[in-house]
C-alpha cells in the first residue's frame, strides 16, 4: 500500500492570500520585513519541499517494494539451499542439521497439533448431558 502523499492546507491558503495581495500591490510591503516578494519566496520553499517530501515517499515505496520482492526470492532460495543439502547428504545427515533444518531422525513424534511445551493445567471439558447421562439433548416436543 502507498503512503499517503502530504497536501498542505497553510500552503493552499497562503497562495491564495497572496493571489489577492498580489492584486492590490505585487511589491506590497506592510512593515517589518513582511513583504509580497518575501512571502512568495517562503511560498514557493514550502511548495519545494513538499514536492521533495511526496517525492521521497514515491521513492520510498518503491524501494519497499522492491525489498519484499527480494525478500521472498530469498525465502524460496533459502528452502531450496535446504532441500538441496537434503538431496546431497540425506535428511537424516548431520550435514542437513548444519544447513538448519531438523534431522528425520531427531523429529518429535507427538501428536499432531500437540506442541513439545504444553502447559501443566489441561483444559476443562463440560459435556452436554442430558437427565440420563447420554450426551443427547431431549427431542423437542411439540
Given at each position: 500500500?502507498?503512503?499517503?502523499?502530504?497536501?498542505?492546507?497553510?500552503?493552499?491558503?497562503?497562495?491564495?492570500?497572496?493571489?489577492?495581495?498580489?492584486?492590490?500591490?505585487?511589491?506590497?510591503?506592510?512593515?517589518?520585513?513582511?513583504?509580497?516578494?518575501?512571502?512568495?519566496?517562503?511560498?514557493?520553499?514550502?511548495?519545494?519541499?513538499?514536492?521533495?517530501?511526496?517525492?521521497?515517499?514515491?521513492?520510498?515505496?518503491?524501494?519497499?517494494?522492491?525489498?519484499?520482492?527480494?525478500?521472498?526470492k530469498l525465502a524460496?532460495?533459502?528452502?531450496?539451499?535446504?532441500?538441496?543439502?537434503?538431496?546431497?547428504?540425506?535428511?537424516?545427515?548431520?550435514?542437513?542439521?548444519?544447513?538448519?533444518?531438523?534431522?528425520?531422525?531427531?523429529?518429535?513424534?507427538?501428536?499432531?497439533?500437540?506442541?513439545?511445551?504444553?502447559?501443566?493445567?489441561?483444559?476443562?471439558?463440560?459435556?452436554?448431558?442430558?437427565?440420563?447421562?447420554?450426551?443427547?439433548?431431549p427431542a423437542p416436543?411439540?
Open positions: 500500500m502507498a503512503r499517503r502523499k502530504r497536501s498542505s492546507p497553510v500552503l493552499q491558503k497562503a497562495v491564495r492570500r497572496a493571489a489577492g495581495m498580489n492584486s492590490i500591490d505585487p511589491n506590497l510591503d506592510v512593515g517589518n520585513g513582511l513583504t509580497l516578494p518575501v512571502f512568495s519566496t517562503l511560498i514557493e520553499t514550502m511548495r519545494a519541499k513538499e514536492n521533495a517530501y511526496n517525492s521521497a515517499l514515491s521513492n520510498l515505496d518503491k524501494l519497499y517494494r522492491e525489498m519484499l520482492e527480494t525478500e521472498g524460496d532460495m533459502t528452502e531450496h539451499m535446504l532441500m538441496g543439502v537434503g538431496v546431497l547428504y540425506g535428511k537424516s545427515s548431520v550435514e542437513y542439521g548444519m544447513a538448519g533444518g531438523v534431522p528425520k531422525n531427531q523429529r518429535s513424534k507427538g501428536l499432531r497439533g500437540e506442541s513439545l511445551t504444553s502447559s501443566p493445567q489441561q483444559p476443562s471439558f463440560v459435556a452436554n448431558v442430558d437427565g440420563n447421562g447420554n450426551g443427547k439433548k416436543t411439540s
